[in-house]
């Protein structure tokens, strides 16, 4: 496809779960990007990707999210034993390169992640 | 520390009412700014990438300026499908981009 797709498109979990989330980002770009959508809120930055490596994580809330980068290309956000406050929509970014500044993400359509 | 900061919340207009939003930010090397537009239940839409203060760009109703410490977002006559929640977001030093917490837009037909 030509754009960033996200899988699933919605998850129902029950609190103390573990769940994955992936992203596909657009074929030939390098640099990606998780973020985090909370209602009412602004995007929050959770980690990137540059190739298979994530330069920054700082952004990840907990030792219980984690994610990787297989093969320069499909992401996996991973989420153990799951708490209610992590319900929000997960939205996953990409773009040719981090680096050198200024390079536009194009986003997914997110995941919207409900803990009960 | 680096910061976004949006005005106002959310704003109503008329249909044809023009106004600016806004996009003040604080950051250490600023290598670009991001304009996006974002639909209820979809993720954010690309609009704009500015780099340098005095910098302008535009596409049909909006346009988007820089300045060292805001940016303004233009909107021009506008219609009910411009109404939709608009992202500022900044990248400093480093790669992280950090994003405002939007405004929300309402154009009354």
């Known amino acids: 496809g030509a754009g960033v797709s996200q899988s699933p498109s919605n998850k129902v979990t029950e609190k103390g779960k573990d769940v994955e989330l992936r992203c596909d980002p657009i074929s030939g770009h390098t640099a990606l990007y998780w973020y985090r959508q909370s209602l009412g809120q602004g995007l929050e930055f959770l980690i990137y990707f540059q190739g298979n490596s994530a330069p920054d994580k700082s952004g990840l809330p907990s030792d219980r999210f984690s994610a990787e980068r297989t093969g320069g290309s499909v992401s996996t956000l991973t989420i153990q034993r799951t708490q209610q406050e992590d319900s929000a929509v997960y939205l996953c970014a990409s773009s040719l390169a981090a680096s050198g500044g200024g390079e536009t993400q194009y986003f997914g359509p997110g995941t919207r992640l409900l803990v009960l | ?109």
Not at chain 2, 2 to 9: A, F, H, K, N
């Open chain 2, 1 to 109: 520390e680096d910061q976004v900061t949006q005005s106002p919340e959310a704003l109503r207009l008329q249909e044809g009412e023009s106004s600016s939003l806004n996009c003040s930010y604080t950051v250490s090397g600023l290598r670009g700014l991001f304009w996006y537009r974002q639909d209820p239940g979809k993720g954010p839409e690309f609009l704009f990438t500015l780099y340098s203060a005095g910098e302008e760009k535009e596409k049909e109703r909006l346009k988007a300026t820089l300045t060292k410490k805001e940016s303004f977002l233009h909107i021009t006559a506008p219609k009910p499908e411009d109404s939709a929640t608009y992202l500022c977001a900044v990248q400093a030093s480093g790669d992280k981009i950090i994003f405002g917490k939007g405004t929300r837009l309402h154009i009354l037909p």
